[in-house]
């Protein structure tokens, strides 16, 4: 892992740290009394691919798109967020290996700097979990228990009433909201104010990152471009935007990873819609 980028923008171009990085962001500081901060990130290849197109007609997502050096901004984020906001397909993924759980700050010692920060910072050493999801076909995994996070889940009315009763069987607090089909940006936003959460990280997919960016709750947005390409059908950041819509994002900071061993080089941009 390198010690450090070479900022890009703003000029002039400087070295800065890798550890630490986001923290400088201070984004606990930035919520408003009103509502939560919220902010997401995503890693991509560099012609804009997520995760690529199966047989089965959902996404997997390749080690390709993994890059040890992002994972670490990434915890950055974690460790400044009271609430982490992610989706049924989310523990789905968890649930059949396909991705990694990333519910918790890893135990590494590549992360104790980070389980200190939480701890002067926050009141519990992870953040909440509020799962966002319309059918509930999904495992609550063991690590939520095993960590004593709390754990939310906002389901819309057409939420399959048997499987609102096993999450509540399993003392999880479910809450289905007024939404016909789709949980939407309003009941968000009821449940993190009701939760306290100063800030909120958006770790899921591009759907709800667009429901939140449609509604104008989105403040920033991480994107990391891997200096790859990647082949398949590409699911992107903007895949569940409105066809024939745009939005604008303003760049604050841009980074420039050099490549190393088997890794390729990357750009970290930090956005502000």
Not at 84 to 103: A, C, F, K
Not at 205 to 220: I, K
Request: proline residues 7%.
């Amino acid at each position: 892992m390198p010690a450090h980028l070479t900022r890009l923008y703003p000029p002039p171009a400087a070295q800065q740290p890798l550890a630490g990085l986001c923290l400088g962001h201070r984004l606990t500081e930035q919520h408003r009394a009103t509502h939560a901060y919220i902010y997401s990130s995503f890693i991509m290849s560099l012609d804009g691919a997520l995760a690529v197109s199966n047989d089965c007609g959902g996404w997997v997502h390749p080690d390709t798109l993994t890059d040890p050096r992002d994972l670490r901004l990434l915890c950055e984020l974690m460790a400044q967020a009271d609430c982490l906001i992610t989706s049924g397909s989310y523990l789905r993924d968890l649930q059949r290996g396909s991705l990694g759980n990333l519910l918790q700050l890893p135990s590494g010692a590549h992360y104790q700097d980070l389980r200190a920060y939480r701890a002067r910072r926050h009141a519990t050493p992870h953040p909440a979990v509020l799962v966002v999801s319309r059918t509930l076909d999904f495992a609550v995994p063991s690590s939520i228990a095993d960590h004593r996070q709390t754990l939310h889940v906002l389901a819309p009315a057409c939420a399959p009433m048997q499987r609102i009763r096993k999450l509540q069987q399993q003392n999880v607090h479910v809450v289905v909201t007024q939404d016909s089909r789709w949980v939407g940006s309003a009941a968000i936003a009821h449940q993190l104010k009701a939760l306290g959460a100063r800030t909120a990280y958006l770790f899921c997919g591009p759907q709800l990152n667009g429901t939140l960016l449609r509604a104008g709750m989105l403040r920033r947005v991480y994107l990391t471009w891997l200096h790859r390409l990647q082949g398949g059908r590409p699911l992107t950041v903007g895949s569940f935007l409105p066809a024939q819509k745009a939005f604008d994002l303003r760049l604050q900071e841009l980074y420039m990873a050099e490549a190393e061993a088997r890794l390729p080089s990357f750009w970290l941009g930090c956005f502000k819609p």
